[in-house]
């Protein structure tokens, strides 16, 4: 029996298409089979319940579709268009959504899953209340008892605003009104409006920016997690490291990502002769070296700018050296970014623990003057994009009996590896 594996990016929100009652509510998933792999532009079976009480409780709505996943594995429905839906009473429990996947397209649902809805929609609970009466008692005691529709046009005179003891309270609407004033009475606020840069408890505001950054915060994790694809079908695994995505294997296409043909070089005069795009195989064994080390390129292919998959490119110069100062700093950022042990490195090996996944290789180069491939296992050469001069382009290098990782001067003619990094 096959097993698909979801995971939830966006679990719900609500989509207003009428003024009094939303009819629609969002839901999206990555889908993956039981090998971790995506399932990508599949037409699957889906059914979709709400459940009240418990992942268990009683069904309130269910509805089936047949939605279709994109190149990266996501689908993205609509759902509460079925009869039953604007029947359900939101202020009433909790509530649960609980997918089912059929991955032929049929019913024969071979995994489900089941998440709280963490919050109801505003517009769909206001939908449920809106007749229920104001029978606060607090509510009914206080000032704001006395405020009519005149009154929003000159607030301060509602109800006499003024000193209020006889509530507990001074209050004071001038100060309550201007948010500068609630500020410089202390970022509680009297416990009305609490920590708005960085809340930690339930009661706390937020600002737009630190929403902002939660958002794209997460988006970086997704992007980590998915990995990235070329035009020839490779896959690579990515790693996100400080706010960067970086493929963590070595780039090992034969096209542009235009479609256009990189010529591979075997022959070693006609390496240093040529001035054209071109790549080649370590000791020219693709079955050996293309999934260890993948391939070894010279600047004239990094420099049109598609060499790598559509929304990555070759890193700037400056680029490596934020990755380098993250990781901490040119003593040690080799050690912190090569893989460990001797499979793919020299002994010793110095300061090598991979903290951050990165699987930096000891995968030489190509020589550009003799066409030899030196250092295997000594050392690791990656391609900048940053030009210097007509000859001459910037390069990072990691050695086998050193921590560091440095930016170096190489020529363009060298054969040299390449790790992407996401626009």
Same mark, same amino acid.
């Given at each position: 029996?096959?097993?698909?594996?979801?995971?939830? #990016?966006?679990?719900?929100?609500?989509?207003?298409?009428?003024?009094?009652?939303?009819?629609?509510?969002?839901?999206?998933?990555?889908?993956? +089979?039981?090998?971790?792999?995506? $399932?990508? +532009?599949?037409?699957?079976?889906?059914?979709? !319940?709400?459940?009240?009480?418990?992942?268990?409780?009683?069904?309130?709505?269910?509805?089936?579709?047949?939605?279709?996943? +994109?190149?990266?594995?996501?689908? !993205?429905?609509?759902?509460?268009?079925?009869?039953?839906?604007?029947? #359900?009473?939101?202020? *009433? =429990?909790?509530?649960?959504?609980?997918?089912?996947?059929d991955l032929d397209g049929g019913t024969n649902y071979t995994i489900s899953g089941t998440n709280q809805m963490l919050s109801v929609p505003f517009a769909l609970h206001? +939908?449920?209340?809106?007749?229920?009466?104001?029978?606060?008692?607090?509510?009914?005691a206080s000032p704001a008892v006395g405020v009519q529709s005149q009154d929003i046009t000159n607030w301060n005179s509602a109800y006499s605003w003024g000193n209020h003891?006889?509530?507990?309270?001074?209050?004071?609407?001038?100060?309550?009104?201007?948010?500068?004033?609630?500020?410089?009475?202390?970022?509680?606020?009297?416990?009305?409006?609490?920590?708005?840069?960085?809340?930690? !408890?339930?009661?706390?505001?937020?600002?737009?920016?630190? #929403?902002?950054?939660?958002?794209?915060?997460?988006?970086?994790?997704?992007?980590?997690?998915?990995?990235?694809?070329?035009?020839?079908?490779n896959h690579y695994e990515t790693v996100r490291i400080g706010d960067q995505i970086w493929m963590a294997e070595n780039l090992k296409t034969t096209k542009f990502n235009?479609?256009?043909?990189?010529?591979? $070089?075997?022959?070693?005069?006609?390496? #240093?002769?040529?001035?054209?795009?071109?790549?080649?195989?370590?000791?020219?064994?693709?079955?050996? *070296?293309?999934?260890? *080390?993948?391939?070894?390129?010279?600047?004239?292919?990094?420099?049109?700018?598609?060499?790598?998959?559509?929304?990555? %490119?070759?890193?700037?110069?400056?680029?490596?050296?934020?990755?380098?100062?993250?990781?901490?700093?040119?003593?040690?950022?080799?050690?912190?970014?090569?893989?460990? =042990?001797?499979?793919?490195?020299?002994?010793?090996?110095?300061?090598?623990?991979?903290?951050?996944?990165?699987?930096?290789?000891?995968?030489?180069?190509?020589? %550009?003057?003799?066409?030899?491939?030196?250092?295997?296992?000594?050392?690791?050469?990656?391609?900048?994009?940053?030009?210097?001069?007509?000859?001459?382009?910037?390069?990072?290098?990691?050695?086998?009996?050193?921590?560091?990782?440095?930016?170096?001067?190489?020529?363009?003619?060298?054969?040299?590896?390449?790790?992407? $990094?996401?626009?």
């Amino acid at each position: 029996m096959k097993k698909l594996f979801i995971t939830v #990016i966006a679990v719900v929100s609500a989509t207003f298409l009428f003024a009094q009652s939303p009819s629609l509510m969002s839901y999206q998933a990555v889908v993956r +089979n039981a090998d971790n792999q995506l $399932v990508t +532009n599949t037409e699957i079976g889906l059914k979709i !319940s709400i459940l009240q009480g418990s992942p268990t409780g009683t069904e309130v709505y269910s509805e089936i579709q047949n939605p279709t996943t +994109n190149a990266n594995g996501l689908l !993205s429905i609509e759902f509460g268009g079925e009869t039953g839906f604007d029947a #359900i009473d939101w202020t *009433y =429990g909790t509530f649960f959504i609980k997918t089912e996947i059929d991955l032929d397209g049929g019913t024969n649902y071979t995994i489900s899953g089941t998440n709280q809805m963490l919050s109801v929609p505003f517009a769909l609970h206001s +939908n449920t209340t809106e007749n229920y009466d104001e029978t606060d008692p607090v509510f009914a005691a206080s000032p704001a008892v006395g405020v009519q529709s005149q009154d929003i046009t000159n607030w301060n005179s509602a109800y006499s605003w003024g000193n209020h003891a006889d509530y507990g309270y001074l209050v004071s609407f001038n100060e309550m009104q201007d948010l500068a004033n609630v500020i410089a009475n202390g970022s509680d606020a009297n416990n009305r409006i609490t920590n708005l840069e960085n809340p930690v !408890s339930d009661q706390d505001a937020a600002t737009k920016f630190y #929403i902002d950054s939660i958002i794209a915060d997460l988006k970086l994790n997704i992007y980590a997690e998915l990995g990235v694809t070329d035009i020839e079908g490779n896959h690579y695994e990515t790693v996100r490291i400080g706010d960067q995505i970086w493929m963590a294997e070595n780039l090992k296409t034969t096209k542009f990502n235009n479609g256009d043909d990189i010529t591979v $070089v075997s022959i070693w005069s006609d390496w #240093i002769n040529t001035t054209s795009p071109a790549m080649c195989w370590f000791y020219d064994n693709p079955a050996t *070296y293309k999934e260890t *080390y993948g391939g070894l390129y010279n600047f004239y292919a990094v420099n049109p700018g598609n060499l790598c998959p559509d929304g990555w %490119h070759v890193p700037s110069e400056t680029e490596w050296q934020t990755l380098i100062d993250y990781v901490g700093g040119v003593n040690i950022a080799g050690g912190e970014l090569k893989e460990k =042990g001797y499979t793919f490195w020299a002994n010793p090996n110095t300061g090598a623990n991979n903290t951050y996944g990165f699987n930096a290789r000891g995968c030489g180069n190509r020589n %550009h003057t003799t066409g030899d491939f030196d250092f295997d296992q000594e050392q690791a050469n990656f391609w900048t994009s940053t030009n210097v001069t007509g000859q001459i382009a910037k390069d990072v290098e990691m050695y086998y009996n050193s921590a560091n990782a440095e930016i170096n001067n190489g020529s363009m003619k060298q054969g040299t590896s390449v790790r992407c $990094v996401k626009d």
